[in-house]
């Protein structure tokens, strides 16, 4: 190193305060808004201000947040795994970097494996660095879960209620509902379902949608078309096809309602894996209206639930229990979001002449 070159550090309260022939305390309260007993005077005041624009001071962001007793820093935990990407995930997520960066907030993501394992990994998540945390479609149970109770949470359809957890869902068995009559007035009757992964209450709450669709159309439900699935498209593609490989050389189903977007792009994979034409020879129709939805061809009939809004709306209500004296709450309803049909080219009346399952 030169004899005349000096290594460089960002300048420091201590400096400023040389620098100003004051205190660093004095600096800080000048700078940083730290409480002091001593006044300070204009004249002191501005030798201070002078000072730090000359050594071009810059306050520590840690520090003051640890001050203030705030990060300014959300969390968001969800459990991420297979190999494809979660368009639920990335729409919520969107949602709530939106409403973050509009209320000058950080948003940090914790994958967690397994809700039922991870949570207790919610407490060291929870150690002061960030603000208040949202928890993305947790299916942890009630009696098994004890969350940190210095730290505000939100969730965004949770599977069971939480204690002291504001809930932020939609109206998805409506939603489904309409859904399966849409379908009922194009002409079908044969509608199968393929539904989510058995015990989680979106799954229920479709079904009953589903089920309830027909009976109100005088349809008599039949169990073998009601098919337990997945929400990912890779196991939807695979229970499709040996579903379709079973039932060979029957009929054809007149149109399939998936329990979500994601699993809709498995089934239209397995179908055209064996000839079937959608919507010509059957319809197809999913739930979320993602960007899967809008990405298959032919693009998807759904039923859109507001995931970018409900991941703001998230962010708003964190923000109000953070601002808040307590993370205690009373007592509450969920927050519910309204559903609506969104038709797209994947539904259409069904064939004239009744389709076999190829063989």
């Avoid at 000359?54 to 969390?75: D, I």
């Avoid at 968001?76 to 494809?84: D, H, P, R, T």
């Amino acid at each position: 190193m030169p004899r005349n070159s000096k290594p460089t550090r960002a300048a420091t309260l201590a400096d400023v305060g040389r620098a100003a022939g004051v205190s660093a305390m004095a600096a800080s309260a000048v700078l940083n808004g730290a409480r002091t007993s001593a006044r300070i005077s204009p004249a002191k005041r501005k030798l201070i201000l002078e000072a730090a624009a000359k050594l071009a001071y810059r306050p520590n962001a840690a520090a003051r947040a640890l001050a203030n007793r705030r990060m300014n820093t959300l969390g968001v935990a969800a459990v991420i795994e297979g190999g494809e990407l979660n368009h639920y995930f990335l729409e919520v997520f969107n949602g709530i970097l939106e409403a973050a960066a509009r209320e000058g907030q950080n948003a940090t993501v914790f994958a967690l494996h397994d809700w039922g394992d991870d949570t207790l990994r919610l407490h060291s998540i929870c150690d002061g660095r960030i603000d208040g945390l949202i928890l993305v479609a947790p299916t942890c149970e009630y009696g098994n879960v004890a969350l940190p109770a210095h730290t505000p949470f939100v969730s965004v359809h949770a599977n069971c209620p939480l204690p002291d957890v504001i809930n932020i869902e939609s109206n998805e068995e409506k939603g489904v509902y309409e859904l399966v009559r849409y379908l009922i007035s194009l002409g079908h009757r044969r509608i199968m379902h393929l539904s989510g992964p058995a015990g989680l209450l979106g799954t229920e709450r479709r079904i009953r949608g589903y089920r309830r669709a027909l009976s109100s159309a005088r349809i008599k439900f039949d169990p073998a078309l009601l098919v337990t699935g997945s929400y990912d498209s890779q196991t939807s593609r695979t229970i499709m096809s040996n579903w379709l490989g079973e039932h060979s050389g029957q009929p054809l189903p007149h149109a399939i309602f998936c329990a979500n977007d994601s699993a809709a792009v498995g089934c239209l994979e397995a179908l055209a894996a064996v000839g079937v034409r959608v919507p010509e020879d059957i319809s197809v129709a999913g739930f979320d209206d993602t960007l899967a939805a809008r990405s298959t061809v032919p693009q998807l009939t759904t039923v859109r639930q507001p995931l970018r809004a409900m991941g703001a709306r998230a962010v708003e209500l964190l923000l109000e229990r953070i601002t808040s004296e307590t993370t205690q709450i009373a007592p509450t309803k969920s927050t519910v979001f309204t559903t609506e049909i969104v038709k797209r080219a994947s539904t259409g009346q069904p064939p004239t002449v009744a389709q076999l399952i190829p063989g």
